[in-house]
């Protein structure tokens, strides 16, 4: 059976789990994310995809060098969620215009797209650990909502990690503000694996 590629585009939860991922699915898959260097998880760059615009930009780049592949997975939120002086990085009304623009681009770069929503946040653990800007699980769940109602929409396959996360445990299966322990990323992986051994 030949394998399809997948391409993955994500924030560092994905950089995470990723390892695990490829490991799982490397007999039916043919496994790459968007590369580059990895910094400071909380200053986005590299593979690290960032927020929706930074999402968006790649995938322009992407169809300006005529990039295909047969699955891409993509999520972002977790950055546009981010709230500096009472305003969140990316609004809710641009992440759904972001999101919009990005389903577009991906029905052209492959032939499944496969969205991912944003892992939970809890507000005491994040906002104890984090000064400079702050995360509220409220608002995951409201991009949340935009996420999978445009994932629906635009016919792309959805994975609730939220959920999933969420039926795991509180703070004990995270590992500082927003990332998690070892054992979970391998959750997460297996969790995303068998979702993708379905479209199979």
């Not at 592949?69 to 950055?79: A, E, P, Q, R």
């Amino acid at each position: 059976m030949d394998r399809k590629t997948l391409h993955i585009i994500g924030d560092s939860i994905s950089i995470e789990y990723g390892p695990f991922l490829k490991k799982f699915i490397e007999k039916y898959f043919t496994y790459s994310r968007k590369e580059g260097r990895v910094g400071d998880f909380d200053l986005p760059e590299g593979a690290n995809a960032g927020d929706s615009s930074m999402v968006l930009e790649y995938l322009k780049k992407c169809k300006t060098e005529k990039v295909h592949w047969d699955i891409v997975l993509i999520n972002c939120g977790l950055h546009d969620i981010k709230i500096y002086k009472d305003f969140n990085q990316i609004s809710i009304r641009r992440y759904e215009r972001n999101l919009e623009e990005i389903f577009k681009l991906t029905k052209l770069l492959s032939d499944q797209t496969i969205w991912l929503n944003i892992t939970p946040v809890i507000d005491d653990l994040h906002n104890s650990f984090k000064k400079e800007f702050k995360r509220y699980n409220s608002d995951v769940i409201k991009y949340n909502e935009i996420g999978k109602r445009l994932a629906q929409s635009n016919c792309a396959f959805f994975i609730d990690l939220y959920e999933f996360c969420k039926a795991l445990g509180g703070q004990e299966i995270y590992r500082d503000h927003v990332h998690f322990i070892d054992t979970v990323q391998k959750l997460q992986a297996a969790f995303i694996a068998g979702h993708l051994k379905t479209l199979l």
